[in-house]
């Protein structure tokens, strides 16, 4: 208790208590102090009875004294605990968002996002309470923590439908894109919520962040593949041997430690870039075989991936499409996904306004709304190919007008 807190309590003691004479009172203070410092609750022998006790009038004086005392105490401590709990709820505040000069280094990745950053948290239960408040992270998490959660009700629901309906060969097929979305978002959740645990905790679920990328993109490959070459089984496995070696190499790739910081990000643009663009080249290969009207049912899986607006209010009937419509459409498709992934690799929008975009619309937010529309629409493009697969083609005897079995067939 500080000198004006003593000062005023006594005042208004001297206020309200009225005192017979002067010494009485110095005499209560002197009492109710002695009291206070004994350490044991019973008063020693030695100790002689104060004069108080043996007078009923300074008695009754001494606990009127005391009460107001109290009473005076009790009102004094509660603007003093009502600041003392202002200033904690500002530490805390103050502990989970900070200015960019304030970051360590391992926590340094965008200059151009001046405040709201969480500082380091080396705890599992802080990152994770920290999902539920407002910082640089929070769309990032959400957004793909939502998505985890979109693709894993669909696979459930997906799975769960009856054989006479979707065969065990298109469940394994739609299993392995689920399988990858969902890791992939997963993947993105874990990193963006832990990464300010530690330098070493960062490391990690950031190369599991990017491992995740590759395996969505083998994942999207495979229903294309499969669809596309629906009665070449050769063709699909030299293939998709060709896509999982290059999609083993990103993997190791960013096992490196070096690629997972900031200066690598333009790199780490063109890596995915340029292993997503080899998912081009089955469709390519399909329209050199059967000709670009046959292979426009594989060319809109990709249309369907980055142009939803279009797709969606487009009837797909192989017979009733145009051809340059079609590679229109491709070249669109294309366009928009490389202006995508530049606009993550340069920062945009933030650098054009540094501070605006701290904690909403800055690129990588953008980057995640993306990535889970794409999803989404590839998802809704892979039943569209596997219901004109059942519906408009038949079997093989059909698209090749040959004698070739189905898959299952061939496997057998």
């Known amino acids: 208790m500080d000198y004006s807190y003593k000062k005023l309590k006594d005042q208004l003691l001297s206020d309200t208590i009225p005192f017979n004479d002067r010494d009485s009172h110095e005499q209560s203070i002197r009492h109710r102090s002695l009291r206070r410092r004994r350490s044991e609750p019973s008063i020693s022998n030695d100790v002689e009875p104060n004069n108080n006790?043996?007078?009923?009038?300074?008695?009754?004086?001494?606990?009127?004294y005391d009460q107001a005392d109290d009473l005076i105490d009790t009102v004094l401590e509660v603007p003093t605990k009502c600041v003392e709990q202002a200033r904690e709820v500002g530490k805390r505040v103050v502990q989970y968002v900070v200015d960019h000069s304030h970051l360590p280094h391992?926590?340094?990745?965008?200059?151009?996002?001046?405040?709201?950053?969480?500082?380091?948290?080396?705890?599992?239960?802080?990152?994770?309470?920290?999902?539920?408040?407002?910082?640089?992270e929070t769309v990032n998490i959400w957004t793909h923590l939502l998505g985890t959660l979109f693709f894993i009700i669909i696979a459930i629901y997906f799975s769960s439908r009856p054989s006479d309906e979707v065969h065990i060969e298109q469940k394994l097929i739609f299993g392995a894109f689920f399988l990858g979305a969902i890791i992939c978002l997963l993947c993105?959740?874990?990193?963006?919520?832990?990464?300010?645990?530690?330098?070493?905790?960062?490391?990690?679920?950031?190369?599991?962040?990017?491992?995740?990328?590759?395996?969505?993109?083998?994942?999207?490959?495979?229903?294309l593949l499969y669809y596309q070459f629906y009665c070449e089984f050769g063709t699909k496995v030299?293939?998709?041997?060709?896509?999982?070696?290059?999609?083993?190499?990103?993997?190791?790739i960013t096992m490196w430690d070096k690629f997972s910081s900031s200066q690598y990000r333009?790199?780490?643009?063109?890596?995915?870039?340029?292993?997503?663009?080899?998912?081009?080249?089955?469709?390519?290969?399909?329209?050199?075989?059967?000709?670009?009207?046959?292979?426009?049912?594989?060319?809109?899986?990709?249309?369907?991936l980055f142009y939803s607006c279009i797709v969606l209010h487009m009837h797909i009937h192989t017979n009733q499409c145009k051809q340059a419509g079609a590679i229109?459409?491709?070249?669109?498709?294309?366009?928009?996904?490389?202006?995508?992934?530049?606009?993550?690799?340069?920062r945009i929008p933030e650098r054009l306004a540094p501070g605006l975009f701290d904690i909403w619309f800055q690129s990588h937010q953008l980057f995640h709304v993306f990535v889970v529309a794409a999803a989404c629409v590839h998802y809704y493009g892979i039943c569209v190919l596997s219901n004109n697969q059942k519906n408009f083609f038949g079997d093989c005897r059909n698209i090749l007008g040959a004698t070739n079995a189905?898959?299952?067939?061939?496997?057998?």
């Open 53 to 64: 006790l043996r007078n009923p009038n300074r008695l009754s004086h001494s606990n009127l």
């Open 106 to 136: 391992w926590l340094v990745d965008n200059e151009f996002l001046i405040s709201g950053h969480r500082p380091p948290m080396p705890s599992f239960k802080e990152c994770f309470a920290s999902i539920f408040r407002l910082h640089t």
């Open 188 to 223: 993105s959740t874990l990193y963006h919520t832990l990464y300010c645990h530690s330098p070493e905790i960062s490391k990690f679920f950031s190369k599991l962040d990017y491992c995740g990328i590759a395996l969505l993109i083998i994942g999207s490959i495979i229903p």
């Open 238 to 252: 030299a293939y998709l041997t060709f896509i999982g070696l290059l999609g083993t190499g990103c993997i190791v």
């Open 266 to 304: 333009v790199y780490r643009a063109l890596l995915f870039v340029t292993f997503a663009v080899f998912g081009f080249i089955p469709t390519c290969h399909y329209m050199i075989r059967f000709g670009i009207e046959h292979a426009f049912t594989g060319m809109m899986i990709i249309i369907f």
């Open 328 to 346: 229109q459409y491709l070249l669109i498709v294309a366009s928009l996904y490389l202006i995508g992934a530049c606009l993550y690799a340069a």
């Open 406 to 412: 189905p898959l299952a067939s061939i496997i057998s």
